[in-house]
C-alpha cells in the first residue's frame, strides 16, 4: 500500500510512466541473462511504489502480459539508445517526448549530450521528487520541459527551453503515440519537421489489430481496458506505413523500421526465460535529410 503522499499519486501523474519503469527494473530481476537493455536506475526511481509494482513481475513474471510489457519496454528501449550513442552521429541534443520515468540523463556520463525532458508538469514534478529521494542529482545539462501534446505548440517551448533549433536533435517518442489523437501526432511532427538537417527521431507506434499476431492481440486485449481505466485510453494505431507517410509528409526520411523480432535478432531470443517477441507494435527511425550537397556530420 503506498502513502497518499507519494508523488505518484498525485492528480495528472502518467500511471504508465511507472508501469514502463517497472517493466525495465523487473527485467534485471526475473529474465536471464544477458539482459535486452540494462536499466539500473528504473528501480530507484520507482520509490515507495517498487516493492509493489516489481512484486507482480516476481510473482507472475511468466504471464504473457507481463512478459510482454517487459519485451516492449526493453526493445524499445535498446532500439533508441543504440542509434543515439552511435560513435559518428555528431549530435549532441537528446530530446525525450514523453520522458516519464527515463533514466538516461543520470545513468550515462554527463557531457557529451544536452538532454530536454518533455512531459505534462505533473509528472516532471513527481519525478523531481522521486530522483531526490533516490540521491539521485540532476545534472546541469538536463533541461525539463512542461508540455501537453494535445494542446502545446512543441517547438516553441523547446526553442523557450533552450533547445538550439540550428543545430541538429536527437528525438525519441516512446510509448506515447498510442495515446495520443492522430492530428496531435501529425502537429508533433510537423513542429520536429522544422528542425535542423540531420536530426533524427525513433517513435513507436502501435499496431492495428490486423497486424498483430495473437500474443500482441491478447496483450491489447487485456491491457488497454486498464490503460482506459487510470485515464490514459489507447487513441492511434499506424501499420508502418502509415507512420512512414506520416513523417514523409512532415519532412522526414525513413531510415529503418522494425519490430520485436528485428531489435536483437533470432539469435538473441533464444533465451531461458518468458520473453517472447510479438507483432503489439512497431518503431521507425528518420532523419530529416541535408539539402543536396551539403554533407552532415559523421560523413
Given at each position: ?57 516476481r510473482l507472475h513474471g511468466t ?35 514523453g520522458a516519464g520515468l527515463d ?148 519532412g522526414f526520411e525513413v531510415v ?44
Open positions: 500500500m503506498t502513502s497518499p503522499d507519494f508523488p505518484g499519486n498525485a492528480p495528472g501523474i502518467s500511471c504508465t510512466a511507472f508501469t514502463a519503469a517497472a517493466a525495465r527494473a523487473a527485467h534485471l530481476l526475473v529474465d536471464a541473462a544477458p539482459p535486452i537493455f540494462s536499466d539500473p536506475l528504473a528501480a530507484p526511481l520507482l520509490g515507495a511504489r517498487a516493492e509493489e509494482l516489481l512484486a507482480y513481475h504471464h504473457p502480459v507481463l512478459a510482454g510489457a517487459r519485451a516492449e519496454a526493453v526493445c524499445r528501449s535498446r532500439f533508441t539508445e543504440e542509434r543515439l550513442l552511435r560513435a559518428n552521429s555528431g549530435i549532441d541534443q537528446y530530446l525525450i517526448l533514466s538516461f540523463a543520470y545513468r550515462t556520463p554527463p557531457g557529451r549530450f544536452r538532454v530536454f525532458e518533455v512531459d505534462r508538469a505533473a509528472t516532471q514534478a513527481a519525478k523531481r521528487e522521486l530522483l531526490e529521494a533516490a540521491g539521485i542529482a540532476v545534472p546541469e545539462s538536463v533541461t525539463f520541459v512542461a508540455v501537453d501534446f494535445e494542446t502545446d505548440r512543441l517547438r516553441e517551448r523547446l526553442v523557450q527551453s533552450g533547445l538550439d533549433p540550428h543545430r541538429p536533435v536527437f528525438v525519441s517518442w516512446l510509448g506515447v503515440t498510442m495515446y495520443l489523437t492522430r492530428e496531435a501526432i501529425l502537429a508533433t511532427l510537423t513542429d520536429l519537421g522544422g528542425s535542423a538537417p540531420g536530426s533524427e527521431i525513433v517513435a513507436d507506434h502501435l499496431l492495428p489489430p490486423e497486424l498483430r499476431d495473437d500474443a500482441g492481440n491478447g496483450y491489447a486485449e487485456a491491457v488497454a481496458p486498464m490503460a482506459a481505466e487510470e485515464g490514459e485510453p489507447w487513441h492511434t494505431f499506424l501499420s508502418p506505413a502509415a507512420m512512414a507517410a506520416l513523417l514523409r509528409d512532415t529503418e523500421q522494425a519490430g520485436q523480432h528485428d531489435v536483437v535478432g533470432p539469435a538473441g531470443w533464444n533465451r531461458d526465460d518468458a520473453l517472447k517477441p510479438s507483432r503489439l507494435s512497431h518503431l521507425t527511425h528518420a532523419r530529416i535529410p541535408h539539402p543536396a550537397g551539403k554533407p552532415g556530420h559523421g560523413s
